[in-house]
């Protein structure tokens, strides 16, 4: 069971990044995971919100964007207490109202998303 399963959803703060933050841009949609939400753009998954923060999806094109804003990698504890890490990292509240910068980040977030199911799909066919 994942530990973030039994943590109370801050529904708050994912309505405030969900419609306030990211309400410009089209075709966002949440849904619930984990004890916390998972944000998606035309049905690719970019952002997870989790105990007070908002991660974005990262990859080798953009992690170091995210790095030099000063975020930090999504981790939880495993099963058997190691520090387990996820491709995701934090987004600074100051870059909240700065539509123009949040925009591409969402961007570069999205194509990462399309960019991992491809290579899981071209694994799969093989």
């Not at 994912?14 to 410009?24: A, T």
């Not at 000063?70 to 939880?76: C, H, M, T, V």
């Not at 925009?103 to 899981?120: C, F, P």
Request: aromatic share 12%; proline share 2%.
């Amino acid at each position: 069971m994942c530990i973030l399963a039994g943590m109370k959803r801050d529904h708050s703060f994912h309505d405030y990044l969900v419609h306030d933050v990211l309400g410009f841009l089209p075709h966002i949609v949440s849904r619930s995971m984990f004890g916390g939400w998972a944000i998606y753009q035309e049905g690719h998954i970019f952002a997870l919100i989790s105990q007070g923060e908002l991660y974005f999806k990262a990859d080798d094109h953009n992690r170091q964007t995210f790095i030099d804003l000063g975020g930090k990698p999504f981790a939880y504890d495993g099963r058997d207490g190691t520090k387990m890490t996820m491709s995701y990292w934090s987004v600074p509240e100051e870059i909240f109202m700065k539509k123009e910068e949040l925009a591409k980040l969402v961007q570069g977030s999205v194509a990462a998303s399309i960019a991992k199911a491809t290579k899981s799909v071209k694994k799969r066919k093989g």
